[in-house]
């Protein structure tokens, strides 16, 4: 019986401003070459403008969909909002990142993450600029 190990990793992704950006291949290939087969693989952003999301990866719509739903459920330019100092999106962003996810759970067997088939690992960026994402990696297994 092999003993329980564990690794980190930082995948960086640079975003174009609001939108979901795939990263799952290089998770996939992270994993893959961790030489861990069996344990559980957790991803953290270090931002709080910004999350991540397990998605449908092969209908675009989806995503076009989720950034209008969530435009509409918390818009720019709310008279609520007392944080402004980093401009009109920045609170907006806030607020959709707490209604989202900060960090995600997947499950690995023969040293692949266990999503679906029509599933990808995503950043959904919720500012307009363009941005550098830091997502943190940490598998534990065997």
């Known amino acids: 019986m092999a003993g329980m190990r564990q690794s980190f990793h ?3 992704v640079a975003t174009r401003g ?3 950006y795939a990263f799952t291949p290089q998770v996939r290939d992270w994993v893959r070459a ?3 087969r069996q344990g559980l693989l957790t991803l953290y952003i270090r931002h709080t403008s910004a999350s991540l999301l397990i998605q449908e990866n092969h209908d675009p719509t989806v995503q076009t969909d989720l950034e209008r739903f969530l435009s509409r459920l918390v818009p720019e330019g709310d008279a609520i909002y007392e944080h402004t100092l980093e401009g009109a999106d920045d609170m907006p962003a806030h607020v959709r ?3 989202t996810q900060t960090h995600l759970a997947i499950p690995v067997a023969d040293g692949a993450p266990l999503l679906g088939t029509w599933q990808g690992i995503y950043v959904f960026e919720h500012r ?3 941005q550098t ?3 943190v990696l940490h598998l534990l297994g065997e």
């Open 10 to 12: 930082d995948i960086t």
């Open 18 to 20: 609001k939108g979901l």
């Open 34 to 36: 961790s030489g861990i």
């Open 97 to 99: 990142a707490a209604l």
């Open 128 to 130: 307009r600029a363009m």
């Open 133 to 135: 994402r830091d997502v």
